[in-house]
């Protein structure tokens, strides 16, 4: 069972667009939601995460937004680039423990 | 500060044989996690090291075996390949123990089954 659920699969923008990737979850134990960026070949590098105590988290470009009474949270890129092509995946964890990824996303920034 | 490190970057083996797959820490993190990740999925948890003890494991059978040693590097074993364990697998080092959640990930290892 997918703990947790990433929607959509692909998205492509015009460069200057907001692609908004979302995903949620089941376990209300998950307490730390971060986001990786992963490009071809290399491993997921942390993008930006968040506490269920928070509604928003902004690190310059990325922003997220949780809801917790939705179990829901989602990842917003402003003014996107086509240096931001890569598949993100967001991921839940308890504690210090291990990571339940979603599916991933792969996007696509058209110049 | 030196970033995670995996060896090697690439590996063929056939069926049925075994492999070591290493993973150097960031420096200062005491925690290792292994992960799975088939291609076009997510990363998937394989098991966890703290401290030189295992820590945690995902549904992965026995024959996927680690270790960590004092200075906090790893080895991910795994035995009896099988075609299905083709996939990229990856290490990420953590300060562990409740004092940070961030996971920061090696490079990974990219393993091809034939």
């Known amino acids: 069972q997918q703990q947790v659920k990433q929607s959509p699969q692909s998205l492509i923008v015009q460069k200057g667009g907001i692609p908004i990737i979302n995903c949620a979850y089941e376990?209300?134990?998950?307490?730390?939601f971060p986001w990786y960026q992963q490009f071809p070949g290399k491993g997921p590098a942390l993008l930006i995460a968040?506490?269920?105590?928070?509604s928003e988290k902004k690190e310059g470009r990325f922003t997220i937004s949780f809801n917790k009474s939705a179990k829901q949270f989602s990842l917003h890129i402003m003014d996107s680039q086509p240096g931001d092509s890569a598949t993100y995946f967001c991921?839940?964890?308890?504690?210090?423990?291990?990571?339940?990824f979603g599916t991933g996303t792969r996007l696509t920034v058209i110049p | 500060e030196t970033g995670v490190t995996q060896s090697p970057t690439h590996l063929i083996k056939t069926r049925g044989q075994q492999v070591t797959l290493r993973c150097s820490s960031q420096s200062g993190h005491n925690t290792v996690s292994w992960y799975q990740q088939a291609l076009g999925q997510g990363p998937q948890f394989i098991f966890q090291y703290y401290r030189e003890e295992e820590n945690g494991r995902g549904n992965f059978p026995p024959r996927f075996s680690g270790l960590q040693f004092p200075n906090y590097s790893s080895e991910l074993n795994v035995n009896a390949l099988e075609l299905d364990d083709s996939a990229l697998y990856l290490c990420?080092?953590?300060?562990?123990?409740?004092?940070?959640?961030?996971?920061?990930f090696g490079p990974g290892t990219r393993l091809t089954v034939t």
């Open positions: 376990n209300t134990a998950f307490d730390y």
């Open positions: 990420a080092s953590s300060l562990g123990s409740g004092r940070s959640y961030e996971q920061y």
């Open positions: 968040i506490r269920p105590d928070v």
């Open positions: 991921a839940a964890q308890t504690g210090a423990n291990n990571l339940f």
